[in-house]
């Protein structure tokens, strides 16, 4: 893959991190193992019902919720959103989630 094939917009940083999603099928603890300013890749405990393009709403820490949307849905475990927010609310989430570890 050249690099002109990455899509990617923004720059992934490992993390591993609990937080509480809320889904419509309901709330539990997941762990985000990678977070960008787009997004974030999340792992769930449990089996999750989640289809691409349903809203999702993160809680973390020094943060009422976080939004956003499916758009990647792997096993029942594993997904990825895209945050719906704006770019100084997302660089604000990642800076603060990434120097807490």
Known sequence: MSEGDNRRQYERIPITRSVEVTTPGGTQYVEIIDISMGGAAIVSRGSLEI???EP???RVENFEK???????AGSKSDFAIA???DETEARQIVDDLINEN
């Open 51 to 53: 289809g691409l393009g």
């Open 56 to 58: 999702v709403e993160l």
């Open 66 to 72: 976080v939004p956003g949307r499916v758009v990647r």
């Open 83 to 85: 945050f719906d927010l």
